[in-house]
Structures are given as structure tokens and as C-alpha cells.
């Protein structure tokens, strides 16, 4: 039971480039998020996801993309990465939409020069 | 404008002694709150909540404090160990709602229990 898996961990793009941070979990979870956690910001939501199909925005949507085609996967695509996004990228799922419940990912270090 | 605040950076604690991690909120909505504890190169993990219906609870060692009249809260540790140096997230909710949607977290707290 591998839990929520990130990939990659590590990760340096250039500005303009596009990439997708993959989210993975095994837990048969219909609830899935992401965030990004920048210093002195705490976590802020990004897309969550509450079953396969069904995607909303959360407080800093702009510059991302997310599907959900399946239930085990929630990528995340930058578009056309820019410095701001420079940041510690989680990926959170749960069984019930409750954070308190949700497990997450250890994160993925994107650096944009 | 942060609606939940952690205004202290990092703390430095000596093991055995107690951990006082301090949370300002803004919001008078808010009526639950959460905390996360994180280790370096992990994801969050949920370490005790409190509705605002209370003033305090308690699991083990750690206590959270709530007063609402200050728009404040506190997490305590209680004996400190150096398994608990980690960054706490202090986080809020209104409508005792928890959905990913409807949490704002702050910025955090670095603590370091010193053996």
C-alpha cells in the first residue's frame, strides 16, 4: 500500500516550458487535491477533485490545469511555467471530502528559472 | 490579507520542557481549527482539531487552547521530545465545514525540540 505517490520529487524548468506533476494513490479515494506551500504562505489549494470527472478550483488556480479521468490519478499540468510557480507542490487525497482525513503526498520541489 | 496567522517563525524548546505554538485568526466565522505537523521531505499530517463549542482538547501530549475572544488559539506540548521538531501548520475553517475548499491554513511554525 503505497499511499499517495508523487513524482517527480525534484524538478527545474525553464520559464515557458510546460510540465505535469503526476499525483497517484492506491487507496481507492474519491477526494483529491492539490496545493502549493510557498514560505510565510502556508498551504493554499490549487484544484481538488471530489470522483473521476469532476474537477473545481481552489484559491490559486491560475496557471494550472487539472483532469480526472481516473480515480487513482489527479495530474497537475503548468501551462507555461513562470517563476511564481516556483514552489512545494502537495497532492492530498482522502475518503471523505474532510481534510482532517486526507493523506498526502511528500511533495514535489519545482524550481522555474 | 493571511486570515490565520502564525507569527512566530520558529521556537526552540529543550526537551521535556513545554511547546507553546501560538495561532491568530482574523475571520470571527472561523469555528474550527485544525493542526498539522510536518516533517522535512513529507506531506502533512493531521495532529488535533477543536471546535470552537469548546475551549480545550487533549490527546496525549498535545493540548490546543481556544480563545475566542481573542480570535487566538495554542497548541501545547507536553513533555516535549525531539520527535516533535517539525513545522506545525495552524489551520481554520468556518461553519465547522472541513472540505478541502474551506480550510485556510497558516504560514507555520518551525519548532526544534533541543535534546
Known amino acids: 500500500n503505497a499511499g499517495v505517490t508523487q513524482t517527480p520529487k525534484f524538478q527545474v524548468l525553464k520559464t515557458g516550458q510546460s510540465m505535469t506533476l503526476q499525483c497517484a494513490q492506491d487507496?481507492?479515494?474519491?477526494?483529491m487535491s492539490w496545493y502549493r506551500q510557498d514560505p510565510g504562505m502556508g498551504l493554499r489549494l490549487i484544484h481538488y477533485?471530489?470522483?473521476?470527472?469532476?474537477?473545481d478550483q481552489g484559491e490559486v488556480p491560475n496557471g494550472y490545469n487539472v483532469s480526472r479521468s481516473t480515480t487513482e490519478d489527479f495530474p497537475l499540468r503548468l501551462l507555461s511555467a513562470a517563476p511564481s510557480q516556483t514552489s512545494v507542490y502537495f497532492c492530498?487525497?482522502?475518503?471523505?471530502?474532510?481534510?482532517?482525513?486526507?493523506?498526502f503526498g511528500q511533495g514535489t520541489r519545482l524550481t522555474v528559472v | 490579507d493571511q486570515q490565520v496567522k502564525q507569527n512566530s517563525p520558529s521556537l526552540s524548546v529543550q526537551e521535556g520542557r513545554i511547546s507553546i505554538l501560538n495561532c491568530d485568526y482574523t475571520?470571527?466565522?472561523?469555528?474550527?481549527f485544525l493542526w498539522y505537523k510536518k516533517y522535512p521531505a513529507e506531506g502533512p499530517t493531521f495532529l488535533i482539531s477543536?471546535?470552537?463549542?469548546?475551549d480545550k482538547n487533549e490527546d496525549g501530549r498535545f493540548t490546543v487552547f481556544l480563545n475566542k475572544s481573542a480570535k487566538h488559539l495554542s497548541l501545547h506540548i507536553v513533555p516535549s521530545q525531539p520527535g516533535d521538531s517539525a513545522v506545525y501548520f495552524c489551520?481554520?475553517?468556518?461553519?465547522?465545514?472541513?472540505?478541502?475548499?474551506?480550510?485556510?491554513f497558516g504560514p507555520g511554525t518551525s519548532l526544534s525540540v533541543i535534546p
Open positions: 492530498a487525497s482522502s475518503y471523505s471530502g474532510q481534510i482532517e482525513t486526507a493523506f
Open positions: 487507496m481507492n479515494h474519491e477526494y
Open positions: 477533485s471530489v470522483g473521476a470527472g469532476i474537477t
Open positions: 475571520n470571527s466565522m472561523f469555528d474550527y
Open positions: 477543536i471546535s470552537s463549542i469548546k
Open positions: 489551520a481554520a475553517s468556518e461553519y465547522g465545514g472541513t472540505s478541502y475548499d474551506k480550510v485556510i
